[in-house]
Structure formats: structure tokens, C-alpha cells
């Protein structure tokens, strides 16, 4: 196992070239779906190699429930430093499994008090909110009980057309799940702070996402772009409560600057021969690399451990 096993710790650096280059180039539902898979691998194998070097510390730790020949030098052998690795592994593995339980916890509590304060609405698909506070936001409850949530003031500040791509907007972040990439990628973040960057483009490219569909709904990409920028004008400095999965808004300029421009081109997959197309053939190596490692390791440590196991 070797030093192996320490690459899916670091092998996420292999997917910061992709993370803003995919902003840039990719059509925004491939880098949406292309980064939330990168971070998820990497994050599963980086947690998953944390493991197992906290088993080699903690077998090593005076009155600990593991066998006794789990501390046997041949299977510390397997780990390199593993008196220092091994048991710094311990707090890292309980920070990251404390803090994920925690956002989980939080998303949902958040998800929990949005549905119980519009419970007393009709329970139609667009709840308007009598506030003077401009905020909207998509509230996912799970197909029926998906819902829009936006307020008069913000809707007075909006022209009809403006509207449909306020709403247009919001039931595209619904219908593609984008709750669900944003939780998963922030989980990811949050096992490897390496993935940070990651999360960061997909909390970008999910607004894209959305702002392309409102767009091909609505037939106008100029009243989609002058919805967002209104709505983030009025909208700004606000406390809008969201689900804590959902994104911000993002930057908004780049935004608008890119649906005053042609919209981009679908591709399933970026040629080789473009530096975007370097960038994920990259980050698929290595999270390719550091799937094999984090299982190798896996593998490795059981056949360790299985021999060394007293009958």
C-alpha cells in the first residue's frame, strides 16, 4: 500500500484546472453534472483512505476495543509515518464525519421550517409572499410539493415578461434536482477542503443552468438577463431564506453577460484537443487514480488486517 494511499488526499488538485475552465466553455448542465461527479468520487475516496489510516492510529491507542494484532508491526508497516499519520487521522476523520452530519442537519432543518411557514398558503406551485423584502427562491419538496416562493415587492419591480423568467428561472432549478449538486458538492467540499474550488463553479454553473433554460422557455434571453440583474439589484443585501443546499446568486455580471451572447453549445464531452478537454481528461485521470488507489488501499488493509486477526 505504501504511499499510495495518500493520493486520494491530495489528487483533488488535479481538478482545480477544470473547475474554471468548465465556467467558461463547457455548456453549464455537462460542467454541472461533470464537476459534481468529479468532487463526489474524490471526496468518497479521500474519506475512504482517511479511514483506514485511522485504523492503523487508533489500533496503536492504549485500551482500544480493536484486536490486539491490528498494532502488530507489519500492519503499521502499511502506513508510512504511521505513528504520526495514523493518529492524526483520528480528529481529521471525526471533523469531517461532524461537520457533514451538521450540513445535513442544517439543509434539512432549513428545508423543514420554509415547507412549515407556507403551510398555511394554498398549496399551489408558486407561493407569493405579501413582503416588502425582494427575494425569490425555489423551495424542492419533492415532485408535488416543489414550490416557487417570491414576494410582492419583487414582483412589482419586475415587467410581465420578467416575471415569466423570474419563475422560469426557479422552476428550472426544480426540475433538474439542483439542490441536490449543490449538497453533494458542498458535502465534498467539506471531506476534502481541496474541492472547495469545485464547489465554488458548481454553485455557478447551476445559476447557468437555470438561466439557459428560463431562456429557451421564455424565447428571450435579454428579458431572462434584465430579470437577474433587477432582481440582484433589489434584491441586494437582503436576508433571503434559503435552503442551505441552494446556491447564491453568483456573480451576477458574468451572468448577464452570458445570456447577452449566443447561447452554448451542447456537448456531451469536450474534445482532447482543447484546453478545456485537457483540463477534464485531467481531472477523470486522476479521479480514475484515485479511485484505484483508494480501493487498492482498501483491499490491502482488509488482506492485512484479516491475516493478522487472531482466530
Known sequence: MGVFVFLPLVLPLTAWPV???AEQRLHPRTATRLLTAVAAVMALCSTVCLALVM????????????????????????VPYDEVVG????????????????ALWRHGRVRRRAHRALAGLPGTAVAVLPDDVPYA?????????????????????LEPAERRALFAHERAHLAARHHRFLLAVRLAALANP??????????????????????????????VATAIG??????R???????AGLAAPGPVPRRVAALLGPA???????????????????AAAGTAVSAMSSANAAVTMFLILRAATPL
Open 230 to 235: 433587477k432582481a440582484a439589484l433589489v434584491s
Open 19 to 21: 473547475a474554471r475552465l
Open 87 to 102: 493518529k492524526a487521522a483520528i480528529p481529521a476523520l471525526c471533523a469531517v464525519v461532524l461537520v457533514s452530519a451538521r
Open 264 to 282: 452554448p453549445a451542447v456537448r456531451t464531452w469536450p474534445s482532447v484537443f482543447t484546453s478545456v478537454g485537457l483540463a477534464a481528461w485531467a
Open 55 to 78: 485504523v492503523v492510529g487508533t489500533a496503536q491507542l492504549p485500551g482500544n476495543p480493536l484486536p490486539d494484532g491490528w498494532s502488530d508491526p507489519e500492519v503499521r508497516a502499511a
Open 137 to 157: 427562491y425555489a423551495l424542492p419538496g419533492g415532485g408535488r410539493r416543489d414550490r416557487v416562493v417570491v414576494t410582492t415587492a419583487l414582483l412589482d419591480c
Open 194 to 223: 481541496f474541492l472547495r474550488p469545485l464547489r465554488t463553479a458548481v454553485a455557478y454553473t447551476a445559476e447557468r443552468w437555470a438561466d439557459e433554460e428560463a431562456a429557451k422557455t421564455v424565447g428571450d434571453r435579454r428579458a
Open 237 to 243: 443585501g437582503t436576508p433571503v431564506a434559503t435552503l
